[in-house]
């Protein structure tokens, strides 16, 4: 089960890794993008508004942003089984040579205590998994030697080429090139063999980089095999490729990628989604026309939401125009979010003040106009500010309008806090407006005395069974006083109750002992 | 890890990964060291993860991979990199 649970960790971990070094410059915390799934990591303050609702109520939780990653990875597509383990061999009788070399205190656990090589192998696994390569290698190269009939020697050629790879000079590439060659023709059912081509390839990839011609003549001769076949195996090989030849010749690999892209068959969607990936690695003038065409067009969702994130990526005014033409032809509503995400995240004065009117605009879906809000407020800058407070006076639209609340209290800031605080002491403005504003007014950060005041300057008992839920949010011991001055003196006995409600959910020490108190005198 | 959970579909997905972590490696977002060393535990892991299916002892080598993430703190690692936020949808 772990294992299970770490890829799905792993999938997490890798659409979400920060973005350093990426050359598109990335607004904030871009999200990386990888292979299958760029994901957009929303910038810091990521909350989802718990309702503000009368209580009882759950605690406020910062939480999430709207969520504007596109999907992480396709479900597992079933690949069949493709190669089966050889038949146990015939175990040469042990022999001193059996010795083995491992780590003084170290008590391998057998695995198949009948092959010879059996601790050797777990020895030289072991060390691959420390990162020292090079007894790895030495390890693995061992058990071929003095092994070959375990049935740890077909498995041993792979990890014997990947330790070779990871120490990287071209004659440790040039071996494990020659050691894949091997375990093909001498061991074709190799529980690794299914990764052999790929590894291989990525190979020949690296050794072309260091300016191995007969490397690149087969990473070339690799990416021109055109195949429509449906083929896990054989697409890893061609993504392989094509990252190789991207690296060592871009003019020639972007033709033949914009070729994998424009096909549209099922069966090549998840190559495309790699190949989109790539394809935004080196940009080009027809870069963002490739993505946008991509991001209209490609029958596979996960390709068109990638090609949308992309277009975030490429710094230009190019991409902007793009995006906003997926934003205004799209009928479908997912891309239309990563293209107002998209713009959120480019650098250009343009592309906020396309957010700015999208986001007025009356006519376009709610749902649109309160992500352009969040992402809006996400920005922190005073110019959007000014503009979420002015939208709030505009619209008459009630869930716009608490996004808003919500936007400006993810801001924070004195002038947001006050105005946050002004919202909640409007009394032209509707009680769910006026609770929401209270509640985000306390998160962003409002000093408490403030929160302590309006108590006794708000009639309404509604609004006084949400400060006294806010008052339980708080941490500081003057809230928890509070609340114990409600239970105590309140005239109100509902709110009397709603204060000793709080007491009773509230880690306060003193919580036992001012419930007792009142319970003794009523 | 139990073997049941050892699937051809586990390993096909760890495959694909495999392919995506390679591309990354190769990205501008391996610049920042921490990352790639990251990465590339990944590609070893995943390579391991991807002939699991396959291999005649399963559980023997589920073992090996679970001892090399424990080793490596590789899943602290990984939480590390990830930031708080929403969980990731998929299709």
Redesign the interface.
Known sequence: MRTVLFVFTLGAAIAAAPLAGQTPPVKSQGGVAFGTAPVAVARPAQALQPAPAAQPAPAPQRAHAPQSAPALHPAPAPRAPTAAHPAPPAHPAPTAEGELQVPAGWIPEAWAPQDPADSLYRAAREALNRNDYDRAANLFAEIIRRFPQSQYAPDAYYWQAFALYRKGGAQDLRAALDLLERQKSLHPKAATIAENEALATRIRGQLARLGDARAAESLTKSVAESTTACNAEEDAVRVAALNGLLHMNADRAVPILEQVLARRDPCSAPLRRKAVFLISQKVTPRTEDILLGLAQEDPDPEVREQAVFWLSQVGSEKAVDALVQVLRTSTDATIQEKAIFALSQHSSQRASAILREYASRDGVPSRLREHAIFWIGQSGSPEDARFLRDLFSRTADEELKKKILFSLSQMGGRDNERWLLDVALDTKAGLEIRKSALFWASQSGVPFEELAALYDRMPERELKEQLIFVYSQRSERAAFDKLIEIARKDPDRQLREKAIFWIGQSDDPRATEILLELLTNG | ??TG??T?????????????????L???????PR?EQ?L?D?E????Q?????????PD?E????????E??G??TR??A???????????
């Not at chain 2, 096909?12 to 990354?24: F, K, P, Q, S, Y």
């Not at chain 2, 070893?44 to 390579?47: F, N, T, W």
């Not at chain 2, 990199?81 to 299709?91: I, K």
Request: net charge negative; charged share 20%.
């Open positions: 890890m139990r959970d050892i051809p579909e586990l390993s096909a997905w760890a495959a694909e990964l495999l392919t995506g972590t390679r591309l990354l190769d990205s501008p977002a391996a610049q920042d990352l990251l590339l990944l070893l892991i995943l390579a993860i991807a002939r699991l299916s396959s291999t005649g002892d023997g589920a073992a090996m991979i679970d001892e090399a993430l080793n490596r590789t899943l990984i939480r990199v990830v930031p708080a936020g929403p969980p990731v949808t998929g299709t």
